[in-house]
């Protein structure tokens, strides 16, 4: 997809939906949920994701009102928790099972 405006990534100056800062990624978004989990492994998982006990969450934090957040991390852009139990812990990957359910 080329961008005809010309717009470019502030990141690394390609054309917007070439990068993997921006590309898009198949399936509804998770922030339509409203919040991204992660594990104290780095993993980004959905809200209701097996692989977690939502009633036990003190070691896991959570990325709230990001754009695009469950697109980016799986375009390879780490991001960090900014709610939850653990701030500044950056997301590197996303739970294969939620992806598959995304």
Known sequence: ??????????????????????RTVSGPA????????????????????GHNDES???EWGEIRGVPRAWARIGNGEP????AGAVLGRPALSRCQDCVSRS
């Open 1 to 22: 997809m080329l961008d005809v405006n010309g717009e470019r990534c502030e990141r690394c100056d390609l054309v917007i939906g070439q990068c993997e800062h921006t």
């Open 30 to 49: 998770a922030t339509e949920q409203g919040r991204i989990l992660v594990s104290p492994r780095r993993m980004a998982h959905l809200p209701g994701c």
């Open 56 to 58: 036990e969450l003190s």
């Open 79 to 82: 991001l960090e928790t900014n």
